[in-house]
């Protein structure tokens, strides 16, 4: 069960950066060199490394490398697993559940 959770984690944690949310947003309009993002977001390219790590372990962004250069997108399977994902920890139930004579 653990490892759902660990994997769920690893999702949400690519939202919640305000330079990842940006580097998403350029994705939007299609596959992007790593050289586009660093221009456009006037940051380095370690720091873009790392934002890029985490996209691509949560699974949200893809990536491929051709010569020197490594090209990002968007990977549109996992993201409709990201909104499933956000739907199901945020219902609520129409009964709670009852255990041990507590309400949950």
Known sequence: MEKG??????????FCDENRL????MLQSGERCACELL????IGQSTLSHHMKILCDSGIVRSRKEGKWTYYAINEEVTEL???LLIQVTSVEAYPKVRL????
Do not use: P
């Open 22 to 25: 940006m580097i998403l947003e």
């Open 39 to 42: 221009e456009e977001l006037h």
């Open 82 to 84: 990201a909104k499933k």
């Open 101 to 104: 004579g507590k309400c949950e």
């Open 5 to 14: 959770y660990e994997k769920t984690a690893k999702v949400f944690k690519a």
